[in-house]
C-alpha cells in the first residue's frame, strides 16, 4: 500500500511538471507559439493570458 502512494504522488508531480513546460514557448523562428501567460512586474497579478499560433 505504501509503494502505491509514493507511485501516484510520483506520477502526479511528474504530469504537473510535463504540463508545466508547455507555457511561454517560442517556435523555430524565435516566435511566441503555444499558451502564454504573463503578470503584471513584480506582482503576481495576471496580466493577460492566450494562446499564439507562431507569433499570431
Do not use: P
Request: proline share 0%.
Amino acid at each position: 500500500m505504501k509503494f502505491l502512494n509514493q507511485f501516484i504522488v510520483l506520477f502526479l508531480v511528474s504530469i504537473c511538471s510535463v504540463s508545466a513546460q508547455n507555457i511561454n514557448q517560442f517556435d523555430a523562428q524565435g516566435k511566441r507559439h503555444g499558451v502564454w501567460k504573463k503578470n503584471f512586474e513584480n506582482t503576481k497579478v495576471l496580466r493577460y493570458e492566450g494562446t499564439f499560433n507562431h507569433g499570431k
